[in-house]
């Protein structure tokens, strides 16, 4: 493990998270925004988004109808527009309209679980409780071999297990930049890799069809 974080901190000097926010709670509708959408685009929506909407009375007092069309290119709009309302409002009902700093708060939000968590408190109060799980710490994780898990928050318990403490905030964001630079979903470039001689799935062709037992055509596109 060592050798893994070693390798990538030389590779990926400057990871870090790239969603822009000034603030805590722009953070948090970042991160909101963030679930199934590439850091750009909530990059692109935010831009236009935090100009309209200054504080959470904004957001709580927003017509959803409305805040759905301001964030609709982030994808799931309809989903993440009632959770940002909802975590606007309770975060004026229970916490004085700030965001909370601990893991047990954060996760009563709607829309938030451990992942987003743990990125708030990482970024917003250098509060280290576990490891964000995204997508592509997710991909990385099984097939580095640090977990055979596809759970998020299984995956993050065998990072935890395996990892150093003080390594867990900036390995989410090594492995991010891994995932998005060389370890593709579809197509990994394991020929330019700085991990392929100690990745046990390297050079190995990703199956694109499985067999359909007793099927008549015998294949199945994945």
Same mark, same amino acid.
């Given at each position: ?98 965001? *909370? ?8 939000? *709607? ?9 708030? %408190? ?36 065998? %990072?935890?297990?395996?990892? *150093? ?5 900036? %390995?989410?964001?090594? %492995? ?47």
């Amino acid at each position: 493990m060592d050798e893994l974080i070693k390798r990538l901190r030389d590779e990926y000097p400057d990871a870090r998270i790239v969603l822009n926010y000034s603030n805590t709670l722009e953070l948090l509708v970042s991160v909101i925004l963030s679930a199934q959408c590439t850091d750009k685009k909530v990059n692109e929506v935010t831009a236009t988004l935090f100009k309209k909407y200054k504080d959470v009375h904004d957001y709580a007092n927003a017509p959803l109808e409305e805040l759905e069309q301001d964030i609709r290119p982030a994808g799931f709009y309809r989903n993440k527009a009632k959770n940002i309302k909802g975590a606007a409002a309770m975060l004026i009902e229970r916490f004085g309209g700030e965001v *909370p700093s601990t893991m047990q708060e954060l996760i009563q939000l *709607p829309g938030v679980a451990r992942k987003t968590a743990n990125i708030v %408190l990482g970024n917003a109060f250098n509060i280290v409780e576990g490891i964000a799980v995204d997508t592509h710490v997710k991909r990385l994780s099984n097939r580095l071999g640090l977990s055979t898990n596809t759970d998020p928050e299984k995956i993050e318990r065998d %990072l935890m297990n395996s990892v *150093p403490k003080d390594e867990w905030f900036k %390995l989410t964001y090594l %492995l991010i930049e891994h995932g998005r630079a060389v370890c593709d979903a579809k197509k990994p470039k394991c020929d330019i890799c700085c991990l392929n001689d100690i990745c046990p799935s390297a050079c190995r062709p990703i199956p694109r069809f499985q067999a359909i037992e007793g099927g008549s055509k015998g294949w199945r596109k994945l």
